[in-house]
């Protein structure tokens, strides 16, 4: 089975800038456990979401597919990290009270995953898909960050990006979804944050490889402009996405 590993050349970058998820989701989503003892967070990176789970949880398990990511995962007495892919995760039958995975179910071959997730998800267990979409800042850099990202590098993103363009409305999903509020990722960052987030982008990484050059320059200065300078803070927003379901 191959799968597609964007982010192990930039592990510590991804650490550095990627956005943290609110509190207020993990919170939602445990509430609707029926117990916490064992969760499991597939495809975790650098444990963005294996480190909320750990405030509701007693032993969270964390999977992901490249070392170099785990290498830079948060640590935590009750969180035990792996490497394995979400298809295939060696764990014992019906295991889980809670099986989730942040910004990765795009890259999971999903028949394989959901039988998975069927084996080893307790019955009336929660499963939680969940992520975010594109960036959002105000009107005028937004312009410009929608110019990198439709017009620039528009060919260079992984057909996977779908899901995440549409919200996860077009994920596979063979469960009833259950209802979820809405919910923001909301950050105060710097130009240079933004410019750091911006480098993790996996479109990004593919363009430098192909054609040698980066394609930040192409809007580098209009969005020095647009910013005002480094040291001003403004609020950044991300939407976020769920699926939810009981198994």
């Known amino acids: 089975m191959s799968v597609k590993d964007n982010f192990s050349d930039i592990a510590g970058s991804y650490a550095a800038w990627r956005p943290e998820y609110p509190d207020e989701l993990f919170t939602f989503l445990s509430s609707l456990s ?18 909320q789970l750990a405030k ?10 490249s070392e170099a990511q785990l290498n830079q995962a948060v640590a935590a007495a009750n969180i035990f990290y792996s490497v394995g ?21 795009h890259w999971f071959n999903h028949e394989l995953f959901y039988k998975e997730v069927e084996r080893i998800l307790k019955p009336g267990g929660v499963l939680a898909l969940t992520g975010y979409g594109l960036i ?12 990198l990202y439709k017009d620039i590098l528009g060919a260079y993103w992984d057909k996977e990006r779908k899901y995440i ?20 990722i909301k950050c105060e960052w710097k130009l240079s944050q933004l410019i750091g987030y911006l480098n993790t ?10 054609n040698n050059t980066h394609p930040l320059k192409e809007i580098f200065p209009a969005l020095q402009k647009a910013w005002g300078g480094d040291e001003i803070i403004k609020q950044v927003r991300f939407p976020v996405i769920t699926k939810i379901a009981f198994l």
């Open 201 to 210: 982008w996996s479109a990004l990484g593919h363009y430098k490889k192909m």
């Open 56 to 65: 509701f949880y007693k032993e969270v398990f964390a999977t992901d597919i």
């Open 85 to 105: 892919p979400a298809e295939k995760t060696g764990f014992p039958d019906g295991y889980f009270d809670m099986l989730c995975a942040a910004q990765a179910a």
């Open 165 to 184: 363009d549409d919200h996860y409305k077009s994920l596979p999903f063979p469960y009833k979804e259950i209802a979820a509020p809405s919910f923001q």
């Open 136 to 147: 959002e800042i105000n009107e005028e850099i937004d312009e410009l960050i929608q110019m």
């Open 34 to 51: 029926a117990q916490h003892n064992k969760a499991l967070d597939c495809g975790t990176g650098n444990g963005q979401a294996a480190k």
